[in-house]
């Protein structure tokens, strides 16, 4: 199935990936595929806070 439209975080690049937590659509930058997270699911979840950027 293929997604697509802007990043829900960021909202300057293309929006790739589902966030399995909240259905948020974000890009590349902004999703932990091993977790399955956007970066504001995951920075509730980890120490680091809403909205960072996974590395």
């Keep these: 199935m293929s997604v697509g439209g802007l990043c829900q975080i960021c909202e300057a690049k293309e929006g790739r990936f589902t966030c399995d937590n909240?259905?948020?659509l974000v890009?590349?930058?902004?999703y932990d595929e091993s977790e399955?997270?956007?970066?504001?699911c995951a920075g509730t979840i980890e120490e680091g806070g809403?909205?960072?950027?996974l590395e």
């Design 50 to 53: 809403p909205g960072r950027t």
């Design 27 to 30: 890009c590349a930058d902004h």
């Design 36 to 40: 399955g997270f956007c970066a504001r």
């Design 22 to 24: 909240c259905g948020a």
